[in-house]
């Protein structure tokens, strides 16, 4: 065991970030980089080149709706890097928190656009790369603890996250024997600029280890099911969230 490689180690591997240039997007590909991973940020914002310019990383700025958008991240990362081995979905946004009775088809769709479609989108062509150069792959979704549990009051994110599961445990079943591994982290309420001061105390005490989650410790996640450490975990969807959907 003195020669086994430390847990997450990402040496030559070449990686997407859809929503890499804040949150946890941008957490995971620091730490991607620091393992050393080759990366592609690929963002809605147009401060994506110089966000990964300052970490060492390839920008490209997309829209994860459209699909001529992603599929031109996944051949960046493979004209500036050569090959993609990993790809992590994790552009996505809250919309209006509206229960099902308050819905609207205008905010239904703008969220399922990004948090499911999106992560479809990606999917579809980080696998087709993985399947073209034969050598496998790894991807991870972005979904939520609300993915597993509801959120009331919020049903196009609660609804599309679930989503999310359920299109990670159908591709990590597909492609499993193509050495593509499909897998989803759910996290908790994390600390990240969306959670304002106020609502944090809020937000902490619904988790039963009363705090919120810190953007590095999803990352760590991610960056384990990104390397070959984790080769035998395909098509699950795993909860990183103080204990929330445990009680």
């Known amino acids: 065991m003195a020669n086994e490689t430390l847990l997450g180690n990402l040496e030559g591997k070449v990686a997407l970030i859809t929503g890499g240039a804040s949150g946890l997007g941008l957490a995971a590909a ?10 592609v940020i690929a963002d809605y914002s147009p401060k994506v ?16 709706s459209v699909e001529e958008d992603v599929e031109a991240a996944v051949q960046c990362a493979v004209d500036t890097y050569g090959k993609l081995d990993i790809c992590v979905a994790s552009a996505g946004i809250g919309g209006d928190n509206r229960p099902t009775g308050e ?28 399947l073209e150069q034969g050598t496998g792959g790894s991807i991870i979704n972005l979904a939520s603890m609300f993915g597993l549990v509801a959120v009331p009051n919020n049903v196009a994110y609660s609804a599309s996250k679930g989503g999310v599961v359920q299109m990670t445990r159908a591709a990590g079943a597909m492609y499993a024997p193509n050495g593509i591994r499909v897998n989803a982290v759910c996290p908790g309420v994390i600390k990240t600029p969306l959670i304002d001061e106020e609502n944090r105390k809020l937000y902490s005490d619904l988790h039963p280890m009363k705090r919120l989650g810190e953007p590095e410790e999803v990352a760590k ?27």
């Open 30 to 39: 620091e730490l991607f980089i620091a393992n050393g991973a080759k990366v």
């Open 49 to 64: 080149e110089e966000i990964a310019a300052q970490i060492g990383a390839t920008g490209i700025l997309v829209n994860v």
């Open 103 to 130: 819905e609207t088809l205008e905010n239904w769709n703008k969220v399922n656009a990004v948090d499911y479609t999106g992560v479809m989108i990606t999917d579809k062509w980080a696998i087709r790369q993985m």
């Open 221 to 247: 996640l991610i960056c384990f099911l990104a390397s070959d450490d984790a080769q035998f975990i395909t098509g699950t969807a795993i909860a990183i969230d103080g204990g929330y959907t445990c009680v």
